[in-house]
């Protein structure tokens, strides 16, 4: 047994410098926070929460923008890092039901453009894609597809009709299973009239169009998996002036205010005035419980302009 310690104890020096930190209990993480300055209001509300949805997703994942040189910010509350918390998990939902919308949008777009042009059985073939393309961004993509139908075959019964009946499966068939990410790689590797073709239909360039789709996929794997939305960061740049509807942006940029304008370009008005008043609802509500830090701090990372 002291064998197996000992191991541990070299596996935790390796990994993060120094012995594996001990469990603590949830009374315990609260006590901590307090000696480093968060006040605590409402303590049995508080340890619900870590039992709820723990204090790593709360305090770990929300904590940074309530700090200043490594040291809590002077009368921050740990009501105030819940609201954000809050306020983030909000903000997925919101973002999450609109990036759906789109992505129905795109999915018939795309089925319906490359079903016209190849027909419905031999639409992965090489000829049906941009010539210029690595043919292994081809294969990969045929790979991920068959992976889906795979998946699929027994769940999706127009998957199980299709594949018994024909043998193929038609591309309207396809895109009920792939996800956004597939979606978004197989645009990408279209023909550049066939992209030109579905962009149109936005009043958007076919370039644009891809760094938008690659962007929402990241935004919209971080918001399923439960990590942060409001910091969006984005290593697709999207380059495209005066998108923002209703302000002027000088330099562009790929944050989560971008994105959204971007967004606004591939939903109606309806729509995107509906997802605009959702979000501004929930600002408003996060800013009357900020006190330590400004909603400006918050708006500054999402990357709403300066007023």
Request: overall charge positive; proline content about 1%.
């Amino acid at each position: 047994m002291i064998g197996i310690q000992k191991t541990f104890e070299a596996l935790g020096q390796f990994f993060f410098g120094g012995k594996m930190k001990e469990h603590k209990s949830n009374q315990e993480l609260l006590e901590y926070i307090q000696s480093k300055g968060v006040k605590v209001k409402n303590r049995k509300k508080a340890l619900e929460h870590f039992e709820k949805y723990t204090y790593y997703s709360i305090i770990n994942t929300y904590k940074d923008v309530f700090k200043k040189n490594g040291n809590y910010i002077k009368g921050v509350t740990y009501e105030e890092i819940f609201a954000l918390y809050k306020f983030d998990k909000e903000l997925k939902i919101i973002f999450l039901k609109y990036a759906l919308e789109i992505e129905t949008i795109i999915k018939s777009l795309l089925s319906n453009t490359i079903s016209k042009k190849y027909g419905i059985e031999e639409y992965l073939k090489y000829n049906c894609f941009d010539s210029n393309v690595d043919k292994s961004l081809i294969d990969n993509l045929k790979t991920q597809i068959n992976q889906e139908i795979s998946k699929n075959y027994k769940k999706h019964s127009a998957i199980t009709h299709y594949k018994d009946k024909y043998g193929f499966i038609p591309p309207y068939v396809i895109v009920k299973v792939i996800t956004l990410g597939e979606v978004s790689r197989y645009y990408g590797i279209l023909k550049q009239e066939d992209r030109q073709k579905i962009s149109r239909y936005f009043k958007l360039s076919d370039k644009l169009l891809k760094q938008i789709l690659k962007n929402l996929t990241l935004a919209r794997n971080d918001s399923a998996h439960n990590d942060r939305l409001y910091t969006f960061h984005s290593k697709f740049f999207i380059s495209y002036k005066n998108i923002d509807r209703f302000y002027k942006i000088e330099d562009d940029s790929t944050n989560l205010y971008m994105l959204i304008n971007c967004m606004g370009k591939l939903l109606n008005d309806k729509d995107f005035n509906k997802f605009v008043k959702q979000v501004n609802s929930e600002i408003n509500k996060l800013s009357k419980k900020l006190k330590s830090i400004s909603i400006n701090d918050i708006l500054n990372i999402m990357g709403f302009p300066k007023e």
